[in-house]
């Protein structure tokens, strides 16, 4: 089993509507959950981190876990062509490496 | 600028040549990771350092592989007798973290390298 779990997608939505990403992981242990986007040819940038159940909200982002289910997804609100990229879960386990999913595949139709 | 570093960007080489990567992470980082990734996958475990110690590295990784991070600050990746099934991009990134906890890991451009 992977420690980390993503549809690969690919995900299309259309502009301006809500992207959903989901993650789970294997680690009952993991404590810190990160989200990275990546644009093709270019290494992953970090957009959110989680370390408490429940929703944490940066602008257009929004970041749920939910540990009971080990279970962690990533909400884009008014999706704009410019998130069309591949989004990257990663788990954290204490004191240990950072494991990624394959990542989802998200294209934002104008 | 003061994000993590890497170099070259782009490495092209002929089989059976050893290469070395650097990786310069963000100064007060003490952890340092190097990861593996090819097309449609996700990074994949390299190995770990804790300012100079290496506390983890792949099962994967063959014995062709070798990581340093002498003084704790930049890290070298070397790899012997390329192979093509080497080509891919390599990516350093860097945290920091005390025992269990970790902040979030940053990236650095990665180092894209072509075995032919």
């Known amino acids: 089993q992977k420690e980390v779990e993503q549809n690969s997608g690919p995900l299309s939505v259309p502009e301006g509507a809500i992207a959903s990403l989901n993650c789970t992981y294997s680690d009952r242990g993991s404590q810190s959950f990160f989200w990275y986007r990546q644009y093709s040819g270019k290494s992953p940038e970090l957009i959110m981190f989680i370390y408490s159940n429940g929703d944490k909200e940066d602008g257009r982002f929004t970041a749920q876990l939910n540990k009971a289910s080990q279970y962690v997804s990533l909400l884009i609100r008014d999706s704009q062509p410019s998130d069309s990229a591949t989004y990257l879960c990663a788990v954290n386990p204490p004191g240990n490496q950072f494991y990624f999913g394959t990542g989802t595949s998200l294209t934002v139709i104008p | 600028d003061t994000g993590v570093s890497q170099n070259p960007r782009h490495k092209i080489t002929k089989r059976g040549q050893n290469v070395t990567f650097r990786c310069d992470p963000i100064?007060?980082?003490?952890?340092l990771y190097w990861y593996r990734q090819t097309l449609g996958q996700g990074p994949e475990f390299l190995t770990y350092?804790?300012?100079?110690?290496?506390?983890?590295k792949s099962r994967l990784l063959s014995d062709r592989f070798s990581a340093e991070r002498p003084k704790g600050s930049f890290s070298t990746l070397e790899i012997q007798r390329t192979e093509q099934g080497d080509s891919a991009m390599y990516l350093c990134?860097?945290?920091?973290?005390?025992?269990?906890?970790?902040?979030?890991?940053?990236f650095g451009q990665g180092t894209r390298l072509t075995v032919v």
């Open positions: 990134a860097s945290s920091l973290g005390e025992g269990t906890l970790n902040t979030e890991a940053f």
């Open positions: 350092f804790q300012n100079e110690a290496q506390l983890e």
């Open positions: 100064s007060e980082h003490n952890r």
